[in-house]
């Protein structure tokens, strides 16, 4: 149990926590965009199983990043477009198509990955840690928060980009207007379909970027990867007050006590027969601060309605 409290251990946890606040920082952002337009989306998690397989499967065929990459973007773009058009154009009932986007991207991934792959093979090319000159060799530090891989900087540089975005722009000035009240922007000339339409495909390629991380971080891919990752990051909006530096909190609050846990079950601090139990803290610990703040929060008043002109 010392052992637990010295500084390189805590340096490695912190560093886990980093690594492990990604996909869900990545996913949460993109659903923050998506929230503040009045659109939720339940399907996160579906959404990051098929861009985890398909940014996994072209690495394993081409060993080529890049195209990893593409793939896993294009992947979530796609389901941007099927989900706006469900509930955007068809106005469908969001709750209700998010699962189905969800129940469909983990059947599908399922059965993809069963026909083309079989048994989960290890990637020859992964996403590799890059340390930022300089910083990275901070003794302690640097470690810890400089030296990590491309896209764990990406999710945190989008931090100040979507708060930029949100609060300093036009069109974010348009997206919380359609999720507060999209009668009054309509009446104004702003096309609510379209700016939620567009909210959708920037929060689901986010989704995207989330699975892409997570499959080619590991350099493997399972069915059922996420384990429900997705669905933390919508709890994770909540957690951080619909702003993007409220969700890196939290993401990176989930992120560090994931790594805790796992610090535990290595020194057997936890035992085996307990690993279960000890797994659920980082959920349990954010349903508990959504409890807390459940009251001091108040969500985009047109989140899950449905607009229509007529």
Same mark, same amino acid.
């Given at each position: 149990?010392?052992?637990? *409290?010295?500084?390189?251990?805590?340096?490695?946890?912190?560093?886990?926590?980093?690594?492990?606040?990604?996909? &869900?920082?990545?996913?949460?952002?993109?659903?923050?965009?998506?929230?503040?337009?009045?659109?939720?989306?339940?399907?996160?998690?579906?959404?990051?199983?098929?861009?985890?397989?398909?940014?996994?499967?072209?690495?394993?065929?081409?060993?080529?990043?890049? &195209?990893?990459? $593409?793939?896993?973007?294009v992947i979530g773009l796609l389901m941007g477009?099927? &989900?706006?058009?469900?509930?955007?154009?068809?106005? +469908?009932?969001?709750?209700?198509?998010?699962?189905?986007?969800?129940?469909?991207?983990?059947?599908?991934?399922?059965?993809?990955?069963?026909?083309?792959?079989?048994?989960?093979? %290890?990637?020859?090319?992964?996403?590799?840690?890059?340390?930022?000159?300089?910083?990275?060799?901070? %003794? &302690?530090?640097?470690?810890?928060?400089?030296?990590?891989?491309?896209?764990?900087?990406?999710?945190?540089?989008?931090? %100040?980009?979507?708060?930029?975005?949100?609060?300093?722009?036009?069109?974010?000035?348009?997206?919380? +207007?359609?999720?507060?009240?999209?009668?009054?922007?309509?009446?104004?000339?702003?096309?609510? @379909?379209?700016?939620?339409?567009?909210?959708?495909?920037?929060?689901?390629?986010?989704?995207?970027?989330?699975?892409?991380?997570?499959?080619?971080?590991?350099?493997?891919?399972? %069915?059922?990867?996420?384990?429900?990752?997705? *669905?933390? @990051?919508?709890?994770?909006?909540?957690?951080? @007050?619909?702003?993007?530096?409220?969700?890196?909190?939290?993401?990176?609050?989930?992120?560090?006590? +994931?790594?805790?846990?796992?610090?535990?079950?290595?020194?057997?601090?936890?035992?085996?027969?307990?690993?279960?139990?000890?797994?659920?803290?980082?959920?349990?610990?954010?349903?508990?601060?959504?409890?807390? $703040?459940?009251?001091?929060?108040?969500?985009?008043?047109?989140? +899950?309605?449905?607009?229509?002109?007529?």
């Amino acid at each position: 149990m010392r052992d637990l *409290f010295t500084l390189s251990v805590l340096v490695s946890t912190v560093a886990a926590g980093i690594r492990l606040a990604t996909p &869900y920082l990545l996913a949460a952002l993109g659903e923050t965009i998506g929230q503040r337009s009045g659109v939720l989306n339940l399907g996160v998690d579906g959404v990051m199983l098929l861009s985890a397989f398909g940014s996994y499967y072209v690495v394993l065929r081409t060993e080529n990043l890049w &195209y990893g990459f $593409l793939a896993g973007a294009v992947i979530g773009l796609l389901m941007g477009v099927v &989900y706006g058009v469900i509930t955007v154009v068809f106005e +469908a009932e969001q709750g209700i198509s998010g699962i189905g986007i969800f129940l469909f991207g983990l059947g599908f991934s399922d059965l993809l990955f069963e026909e083309l792959v079989g048994t989960p093979t %290890p990637l020859k090319v992964r996403l590799e840690e890059v340390a930022i000159p300089g910083l990275g060799s901070i %003794p &302690y530090v640097g470690d810890a928060i400089f030296q990590h891989n491309p896209l764990t900087y990406l999710a945190f540089a989008l931090v %100040p980009i979507v708060t930029l975005v949100l609060f300093k722009t036009t069109f974010g000035m348009n997206v919380r +207007a359609v999720g507060e009240n999209p009668q009054a922007a309509d009446s104004l000339g702003v096309s609510v @379909a379209g700016v939620r339409f567009i909210a959708i495909l920037i929060g689901n390629t986010m989704a995207g970027l989330a699975g892409m991380a997570l499959s080619l971080g590991l350099g493997i891919f399972q %069915p059922n990867l996420t384990q429900g990752l997705g *669905f933390i @990051a919508v709890a994770l909006v909540y957690f951080g @007050a619909w702003r993007s530096r409220g969700v890196m909190v939290g993401a990176l609050l989930y992120g560090i006590v +994931a790594s805790l846990v796992l610090q535990l079950k290595t020194r057997g601090i936890i035992p085996l027969e307990a690993s279960d139990l000890g797994a659920m803290a980082p959920a349990v610990l954010t349903i508990v601060a959504l409890v807390v $703040l459940a009251r001091r929060i108040e969500a985009p008043a047109a989140l +899950a309605r449905p607009f229509s002109r007529h």
